[in-house]
Each structure stands twice: as C-alpha cells, then as structure tokens.
C-alpha cells in the first residue's frame, strides 16, 4: 500500500473512534481572574488587573497560565486572605525580560517565573531564575516541582 492509501486509512480508523470522554470543562476566565486577583494585595491590584486586560502581548500567555495555575496540581487551595508575595507581583508587573511560569516552589508550590532568553540574546543570562528561592517561603525552586513537592531538583 502507498503512504498515501495508508493516511487515508489511518484517518479513517481515527475519524471512527468514539470519544474517551466528556470533553474537559473549559476555562472560565472571568472566575479565574476574580480569584487570582482576589490573592493579589489590595495596593498592586488594580495594577495587575490593568496589566491582564491588555492586548495580547510578549508576556500575555504567561500571565494567562499563572491566572488558571499559580499554584502546582498539588497544592490545595490557598486559604482565605492569602496574598501572593509582593516582591513576585512587583517583578511580574514589570519584568526585566520576558518570562514564563516555569519553576514552582519544592515547599509551597507557588509558581515562580524563568526568564526567557533567545539564543541570539547579546546578554545572555547564567540563570534564568527569576526567583531561586521562594519569596513566599524561602523554599527552593525548580521544574520538577509541579508534579511532586519537596522534588529532589528543589532541594539542591
């Protein structure tokens, strides 16, 4: 059979498939800002809020991702009044570069930026760590941290 008679019957085999399941719910932006917000201190929120409701932009999919995720998949909701650390929302309000939220904390799970460096950067960093050490808790961050707390990455 050529490839082209073997795509045809792979999309076919494909196309036949029942769905494993209800489809995942889908983001509810406006619940996720009122709560991400709601953690944001009182004398920064309006600032961050102005900051999410710019146009699309170099850093609006990091912003959109810590909105629906500032914590890792472990970590239980935070509890009432909690305020994300002033020193993280002053860096995410104005960033020195561009960044993602790539690292979480290994104790708390708060999620931490990584600077974004191109290849052809002239300035090239020797971190890209935004946040070495939580400034929620002072724990160690890393990647590895998402998935699992106290990850062995987190605690070098």
């Known amino acids: 059979m050529r490839l082209s ?9 494909v196309a036949c498939r029942p769905a494993a399941g ?11 800002r009122a709560a991400f917000l709601a953690l944001v201190t009182e004398a920064l929120r309006e600032r ?7 146009p699309y932009g170099q850093d609006s999919e990091a ?17 009432p009044g909690y305020r994300l650390p002033e020193a993280l929302v002053r860096w995410v309000l104005e ?3 561009p960044f993602w939220f790539g690292h979480h904390c290994g104790s708390c799970g708060l999620a931490v ?3 974004l ?3 052809s950067d002239p300035r ?33």
């Open 63 to 79: 912003l959109s991702s810590w909105v629906g995720a500032p914590f890792a998949r472990w970590v239980p909701a935070p509890a």
């Open 124 to 156: 090239p960093l020797a971190d890209l760590r935004a946040f070495p050490t939580c400034p929620a808790c002072g724990g160690r961050t890393s990647h590895a941290a998402n998935d699992r707390p106290d990850a062995p990455e987190s605690r070098q």
């Open 5 to 13: 008679g073997r795509i045809e019957a792979l999309t076919a085999r």
């Open 48 to 54: 961050m809020a102005a900051r999410l409701d710019e």
């Open 22 to 32: 209800p489809a995942p719910p889908k983001p509810d932006w406006t619940r996720d």
């Open 117 to 119: 460096v191109p290849a």
């Open 113 to 115: 930026p990584l600077v």
């Open 95 to 97: 960033p020195p570069r």
